[in-house]
């Protein structure tokens, strides 16, 4: 396994170089800290993905969870993790102060949990969840709710999921059917089936809480008549002792990747004796746990580049190390054999994969940026990066998770026949990572959420929001001659995206729902294109500034390097707009058309 | 598992209505044929495929090889495959009556090759690499070698491989060491390791019969120094008595898809005593190979595409009973949900599916076509045949193993999150298409070949041959109304490729061949998007034609089908050459300038 799953020098970059980490140091929330901190934090990820979640990267995949007697076994690391996380911190990581939490920026925050994934994915996706899970908590929850389970959540004793899914519901969470009858007593009873909650039972912890959403007796029908619950499998008493909460594991799936994390079905309720415990307002429940499935397609986005991440290496190293073939002008059979590294075509390879990965991490910490300045503004900037962040979250989620896939295939490509068989990694990331574009919604949901939801809202302002900073970037790099044509073909991309936009919300406006929506896929494939286009940009600003100071060895190499994946991008994946507006503008309405029966 | 995994209908359409085969009784070759015998090989093959290779599908995956005491076991039921494949006149199908072969048109057995491999994948290759094999010893080897070898390997009692690639070559067969040391008893002695064996040994046949390259004692370097042997496992001895030929199964790889066939690692002649015996001339090994590899290319393609149309079937059953979500109009939440093939982004995924499937399987019957003239043609007419197929045989293997991958995925993804476990069957349809872009030469060496070799030979006259055949699509499709702008489209789309065609072979008269070649996966992928638009302008003419007279029910809904995807191809599939044409002529030259030390 290669040694190597992530760029240390490349997060430095984004984090100092792009995003300017320490400018947030100026806010009260975040002064307490230092950019000794931040570094410090980095170099302790990258010891803990190295030591704590690599090792058992393959042997979890190999030993995936059991389902023995009612209860999930799973690898024994899980606990240890768990409890590394928690004492660590980890899990707690941008949690408020008050909360025991260490209130880092969720741009340094990010930072772990891409370590973590790219090191060992199933494993990070247990603190990370219990993470998301506890932020819900304290956001919507009362302070009961807060002082009985954050502080062990954030030990990492329990462990926190979201259970959304129901068997005759899949992505259509209107139709969601557990309930939830009122007592007296300040809980519900609950009743009803979840599939396909992960994590949601294991022997790494001593109890899990769900985070659920369920209907309350009476409420309306659709998405308005939903509420959220925590419903753990135990439930604390009164004198700190615990009782079994009538939650039931019916079974886990057995999936082709993504292996060392158990995904189950749960049965809540079988004896009419489970308590759920609202959170927030009733039948809020969806736009409170929006909260979390934002933070998951995040989280996913930046699981999936360090999947990705972790694949490049595994490639890199081959293609360095294996001689095979040689150069196109050597005709010479007696020459010796060249490193496959030096033929274009690998080269090839290797630079789509670099262009996908950290142009998706860097859009991912461009979010995280986001995520924190909405933190600490107000009023109206508060809402600029709050509405930034709602048009980039399915970019964002997406981008990385179908173009992770494609990256890890090359690498695998890489590889040749050995990338296919199991003494290399790489042959497991590409199961792992195929699950990112269905979990935490689809790609087809993400779609339909970027177009009829986010570019639409509040009459475009989103969208206008992040053409200015888009435009801005543009404006900055057109002042650097080396990256006027860039910066012009990225304006032209921005013009093309402004065209194709017109003309979709223009077959809204004449009430042409299904055209208008058709090919919401396609047009976030489109989008992605041009966000990472401009963080490929933003990036390449900070690396031509880099080289004009004249640096030299490997830093002259990674600047370099970063120039070339950047015109890599510019060359051969922008390009890829131009069928698309031509698809696009033709609204053909083929797939709105085509009959079930003609298939 | 879907009971459907291959469209009887399609297939019918393409041999009769599409490539007219009974048109190839008119030929001496083929007149004991009839269209009554091509119908019932159809229907004989779809009963095999559905009683014989399907039901061990799942089982051969979940139980692949095993490597016990130097042999390889494998599943029980790849004995009886060879059996039912040798006595039924499958392997022999398409080989000459006079050794026992049905003498049937390519254009004919390429349909149980395409059905057996929709049904089991992996189980199908131990009968046609055994075919492949038989075919390359009738060609070139002596009469000695076709009596003994001949009959058993049609049988089905001996199986055949192909042995290229060595651990220190890989795709560079020019560094194979293997030798071949003449004696004066008719044989050679052969030393040296094979690795990647596809069924390189198996307790399901008697004999394992490898083809291998190797080099005779004292041969040139390089290419001009390869021979070919027939190297058994086991030895015909004079009285028929079988004697251990020195031939040792060193281990098997662990793959992640395709798992039911044993890849090996051979080694021959540990104790000296391997025999090998010379296949046609010395030094002429490479040359005679590429015999069975263009044949084992294409079989690569109709397998991809056989893959993905059992993943689609998956799909599309899924689709059809899957309640989940409403149509975009319907706001309310009582309402009952709709089968999700009701969703235009469904329907945009199926009908994608179907493009890549129906599309490439036309052009691999259109190579079959070629093949069957060109053995029956004399002259002219001979060579341009060839020269058609020279062309169209990296078309045919990548187009298929490249986007039946993304077929498959897209399949997966109308299951969501069953798609990725394992109850269904469309997770391990898509591990085990990964393999196509790997073996049997990787999309990076197709793509030297179409650009380096096959667009260049003979001043172009492959190239200018199959513009003429596009051309001529494009002349029928002209004077069908409805067909007119896709034949317009089409017209377009292949000047763009005489024009990026132009540009490149400008730059290898420049003597640039590194930039000529850089971008030569880029020029397959454009290639293969105007090749298969050709193909869907065929089968669009004769569905059109067919739709002329007013078919109704079934008929009806199948010509529309084929319409409505005909459609898709144009409106989705097509318009991606527009980023590639620009890509391609840009020329960028960053893949050859990017130096190893920038990654």
């Given at each position: 396994m290669a040694e190597k799953f992530v760029n240390e020098r490349n997060i430095r970059f984004l984090l100092y170089?792009?995003?300017?980490?320490?400018?947030?140091?100026?806010?009260t929330r975040y002064a307490d800290h230092s950019r000794e901190a931040f570094d410090m934090i980095l170099e302790t990820a990258l010891k803990l993905g190295r030591?704590?979640?690599?090792?058992s990267f393959r042997e979890m995949d190999k030993n995936p969870p059991e389902f023995i007697n009612g209860r999930v076994k799973v690898h024994p690391q899980v606990k240890e993790i768990m409890q590394i996380c928690g004492s660590g911190g980890w899990i707690s990581a941008t949690a408020p102060q008050e909360l025991g939490g260490q209130q880092l920026p969720a741009l340094i925050g990010f930072i772990p949990m891409f370590i973590f994934s790219a090191a060992n994915y199933a494993a990070s996706v247990y603190p990370y969840l219990t993470d998301g899970a506890a932020h819900l908590i304290y956001s919507f929850g009362n302070e009961d709710l807060i002082n009985t389970y954050i502080p062990r959540m954030y030990a990492g004793d329990w462990q926190g999921t979201m259970a959304l899914t129901e068997p005759q519901a899949g992505s259509s969470l209107t139709d969601i059917t557990t309930t939830a009858e009122p007592t007296n007593q300040g809980y519900y009873r609950m009743k009803g089936q979840k599939i396909?909650?992960?994590?949601?039972?294991?022997?790494?912890?001593q109890n899990v809480v769900h985070l659920l959403l369920a209907r309350i007796a009476g409420a309306p029908p659709g998405v308005k008549g939903i509420s959220l619950f925590v419903v753990p499998r135990m439930r604390p008493g009164d004198n700190g002792e615990m009782a079994f909460n009538d939650v039931h594991v019916a079974g886990i799936y057995h999936k082709m990747g993504y292996r060392g994390a158990p995904i189950t079905q749960l049965s809540f309720g079988e004896n009419n004796d489970c308590r759920g415990y609202l959170v927030?307002?009733?039948?809020?429940g969806l736009s409170h746990m929006f909260q979390l499935m934002n933070e998951a397609r995040i989280a996913v986005g930046i699981a999936a580049a360090g999947i990705a991440s972790a694949a490049y290496y595994a490639a890199l190293e081959y293609s360095r190390e294996r001689p095979q073939g040689r150069p196109l002008t050597a005709k010479d059979p007696t020459s010796p054999q060249v490193p496959i590294i030096e033929h274009a075509d690998v080269k090839r390879m290797l630079l789509f994969q670099r262009a996908v990965i950290e142009g998706s991490l860097s859009l991912l910490m461009q979010c995280g940026k986001y995520v924190d300045l909405e933190k600490v503004l107000e009023g109206k900037e508060r809402e600029k990066y709050n509405l930034l962040l709602e048009i980039l979250t399915p970019v964002a989620k997406t981008y990385p998770a179908e173009m992770g896939i494609l990256a890890v295939s090359q690498a695998l490509q890489c590889l040749g026949g050995y990338g296919y068989c199991d003494e290399f990694s790489v042959e497991q990331l590409y199961r792992d990572a195929r699950i990112h574009p269905i979990h935490e919604g689809t790609t087809g949901i993400q779609g339909l959420d970027l177009l009829g939801r986010k570019v639409p809202m509040k009459n475009g302002e989103a969208a206008m929001l992040l053409v200015q900073e888009i435009e801005a970037t543009i404006a900055i790099a057109k002042k650097e001659p080396q990256l006027q044509p860039y910066a012009r073909g990225l304006e032209e991309a921005a013009d093309k995206l402004k065209n194709v936009t017109g003309h979709l919300v223009g077959l809204a406006m004449q009430g042409k729902v299904d055209i208008f929506l058709a090919d919401a896929t396609l047009y976030l494939e489109f989008f992605g294109i041009v966000t990472i286009g401009w963080q490929w940009l933003l990036q390449a600003i900070a690396a031509q500034k880099a080289l004009s100071l004249n640096p030299t060895g490997m830093e002259m190499n990674f600047y370099q390097g970063k120039l070339y994946t950047f015109r890599y991008f510019f060359q051969y994946e922008l390009p890829k707009i131009e069928g698309l507006t031509r698809t696009l503008l033709a609204s053909s309405g083929i797939t709105v058309e085509m009959k079930k029966d003609f298939f």
């Open positions: 170089e792009v995003f300017d980490a320490p400018s947030l140091l100026k806010y030591d704590l979640f690599r090792p396909f909650i992960s994590t949601g039972d294991h022997d790494g912890v927030g307002k009733p039948n809020r």
